[in-house]
């Protein structure tokens, strides 16, 4: 089966390089296109007999390829905002599928049927051959990353990590995004630094921190959110910060035995359940249903 992922963006962009360039290298006959790239395939036409589309697309596509599955892939809730357009895409779909269970039911629920299935962003550990080796530290290295219009998330853990210093420890953040000229005023209890983001470097800047701080996008759209930033974190082998409670915050950064121990299982966890081989193989069983 000749299987294209046409991907919203390039390799760079961590929606597309997740569910469309990782999973496409694990399942026979399967390629990707970015939709600028999309009309060099128009010859192959005849030959694609799946398309995977990520993101909204235009509906017309499925009338220029009659013969093939269309299946459409969603990390973001878009029929929220542009509903009509979104219905036009779902009516003329064999399915919908979605990087996190609670959006694969939110778009179910506004569907009015269960056409979408989770197919989660998985990893490809061969991107991240560093982990962090942790050691007795100060002071501690947290990291934030993600899309500077994202920052807000920062804000739910601002007051933690203030109350950190307060109570006598050291600590640095790290900003890892794509303004790092665009500094961050929110604090100055303790020092924050800017590097610019890179898929490139993403590995080795990640890997030379201690915690991640990945508080959720907050309000309902970061409860339908993948989770693939914490994955990342796991991948390099730094525990995760991503609630509100101070004592476990606090637990982390006072004590280098639990960061090891953290790191250790969900590098386990990765292993087991979160290699996007394992997409591949959901894909393939969805396509050859």
């Known amino acids: 089966m000749k299987t294209l992922f046409v991907a919203a963006g390039p390799y760079s962009w961590g929606?597309?390089?997740?569910?469309?360039?990782?999973?496409?290298?694990?399942?026979?006959?399967?390629?990707?296109?970015?939709?600028?790239?999309?009309?060099?395939?128009?010859?192959?036409?005849?030959?694609?007999d799946a398309f995977i589309w990520q993101k909204n697309f235009s509906a017309e596509y499925k009338n220029w390829y009659p013969n093939a599955q269309h299946y459409w892939d969603v990390c973001d809730p878009a029929w929220w905002w542009e509903p009509d357009a979104c219905r036009e895409v779902v009516d003329v779909v064999a399915g919908v599928v979605a990087s996190s269970p609670a959006l694969a039911e939110d778009f179910n629920e506004w569907y009015g049927s269960e056409k979408a299935v989770c197919i989660p962003d998985r990893l490809d550990l061969e991107h991240f051959p560093i982990q962090r080796q942790h050691t007795d530290v100060s002071p501690v290295r947290f990291i934030w990353y993600g899309v500077a219009v994202n920052r807000i998330a920062i804000m739910a853990q601002l007051a933690n990590l203030e109350r950190l210093v307060a109570n006598g420890h050291k600590i640095e953040l790290t900003i890892f995004d794509d303004r790092p000229d665009h500094r961050f005023?929110?604090?100055?209890?303790?020092?924050?630094?800017?590097?610019?983001?890179?898929?490139?470097?993403?590995?080795?800047?990640i890997a030379a921190h201690d915690i991640a701080l990945l508080p959720p996008y907050p309000g309902p759209w970061g409860d339908v959110k993948s989770n693939n930033k914490r994955l990342t974190a796991w991948a390099c082998g730094l525990p995760v910060v991503d609630e509100q409670d101070y004592r476990a915050v606090a637990g982390l950064v006072a004590s280098i035995d639990d960061r090891k121990m953290i790191s250790e299982i969900v590098q386990a966890n990765l292993k087991e359940s979160w290699t996007v081989d394992r997409s591949a193989r959901e894909w393939q069983g969805l396509l050859c249903k």
Request: with cysteine.
């Open 15 to 48: 929606s597309s390089r997740m569910r469309c360039y990782w999973p496409a290298r694990c399942l026979d006959g399967a390629e990707v296109a970015t939709f600028s790239e999309f009309e060099r395939w128009a010859k192959y036409a005849n030959q694609a």
């Open 185 to 205: 005023i929110g604090t100055d209890a303790f020092p924050v630094y800017h590097v610019a983001w890179s898929v490139e470097r993403e590995n080795e800047v």
